[in-house]
């Protein structure tokens, strides 16, 4: 019998999945130091990772070890055992730490922008039911709703981040 697309998709994606473990498994000689090693002394007091997660109230993740994420994670063991391959150490928890801040942030900006565009949806509707029988009323919320549009085209552009690249295969 003839695979559906979706097993063929299944299987790809399994194949890629196996790939990409046996690469990071080679990266081992590569990289000797622990990545907790090579960090400023001052690291978790003042920089350009700790600031923007104080600024907000978040707790600044320490690397004072080679832990791994699985050591820290909220998810029960069995759960993080899917998610989240073993001895990765402070490395991989960098690495998993910077996809999960950027899929957060991204999150965060679709909630973000979906609450904009309706308040400014809302402020046109109350433009339109508004009485524009005066010149002056109507010459306002012209230039009113003018204003509330180009709002809306700017929240239809999507932006990017540039980051250093930070993922290697073998």
Same mark, same amino acid.
């Given at each position: 019998?003839?695979?559906?697309?979706?097993?063929?998709?299944?299987?790809?994606? *399994?194949?890629?999945?196996?790939?990409?473990?046996?690469? %990071? $498994?080679?990266?081992?000689? /590569?990289?000797? =130091?622990?990545?907790? +090693?090579?960090?400023?002394?001052?690291?978790?007091?003042?920089?350009?990772?700790?600031?923007?997660?104080?600024?907000?109230?978040?707790?600044?993740?320490?690397?004072?070890?080679?832990?791994?994420?699985?050591?820290?994670?909220?998810?029960?063991?069995?759960? *993080?055992?899917?998610?989240?391959?073993?001895?990765?150490? %402070? $490395?991989?928890?960098?690495? /998993?730490?910077? =996809?999960?801040?950027? +899929?957060?942030?991204?999150?965060?900006?679709?909630?973000?922008?979906?609450?904009?565009?309706?308040?400014?949806?809302?402020?046109?509707?109350?433009?339109?039911?508004?009485?524009?029988?005066?010149?002056?009323?109507?010459?306002?919320?012209?230039?009113?709703? *003018?204003?509330?549009?180009?709002?809306?085209?700017?929240?239809?552009?999507?932006?990017?981040?540039?980051?250093?690249?930070?993922?290697?295969?073998?």
């Amino acid at each position: 019998m003839a695979k559906t697309n979706a097993e063929r998709l299944r299987e790809f994606k *399994a194949r890629k999945k196996e790939q990409e473990k046996i690469a %990071s $498994l080679t990266l081992d000689d /590569v990289f000797k =130091t622990p990545f907790f +090693e090579t960090l400023p002394e001052d690291f978790h007091i003042s920089s350009d990772f700790e600031d923007p997660l104080a600024f907000i109230g978040l707790p600044v993740p320490e690397f004072t070890d080679d832990r791994g994420l699985e050591d820290f994670t909220h998810y029960s063991p069995e759960t *993080a055992a899917d998610m989240i391959e073993p001895n990765l150490g %402070s $490395l991989g928890r960098a690495e /998993v730490m910077i =996809t999960a801040l950027t +899929e957060a942030a991204a999150a965060l900006a679709f909630y973000v922008n979906k609450y904009k565009r309706d308040e400014i949806e809302a402020r046109l509707a109350e433009i339109e039911a508004s009485d524009l029988s005066k010149p002056e009323a109507k010459k306002a919320a012209l230039q009113e709703a *003018a204003r509330l549009n180009k709002m809306l085209d700017q929240l239809e552009r999507q932006v990017r981040w540039t980051f250093p690249q930070w993922k290697v295969t073998g």
